[in-house]
């Protein structure tokens, strides 16, 4: 799995939970909900996220790492 797309996934999980946590436990959750929304917002811009930074730092690959990992095996393979 991608950065892209493990950063989709992780945003998701991330506003269910918070709001989940905002209507049964305290609605101050919203806040964070709120981050989150924001912090998609500015990355739409700049194309800095800090969750993505992170991810790579991990070992997590880009899309565009994997497309190129995928077309040196094909020309390995020929």
Same mark, same amino acid.
């Given at each position: 799995?991608?950065?892209?797309? !493990?950063?989709?996934?992780?945003?998701?999980?991330?506003?269910?939970?918070? +709001?989940?946590?905002?209507? =049964?436990?305290? *609605?101050? #959750? !919203?806040?964070?909900?709120?981050?989150?929304?924001?912090?998609?917002?500015? +990355?739409?811009?700049?194309? =800095?996220?800090? *969750?993505? #930074?992170?991810?790579?730092?991990?070992?997590?690959?880009?899309?565009?790492?994997?497309?190129?990992?995928?077309?040196?095996?094909?020309?390995?393979?020929?």
């Amino acid at each position: 799995m991608s950065v892209e797309r !493990t950063l989709f996934a992780f945003g998701g999980i991330m506003v269910m939970i918070t +709001s989940l946590l905002a209507l =049964f436990h305290h *609605p101050y #959750w !919203t806040w964070v909900t709120l981050f989150i929304g924001f912090n998609c917002l500015q +990355s739409s811009f700049t194309g =800095f996220c800090p *969750p993505s #930074w992170l991810m790579q730092k991990f070992g997590k690959k880009t899309e565009a790492q994997l497309a190129i990992e995928g077309l040196q095996a094909d020309s390995q393979q020929a």
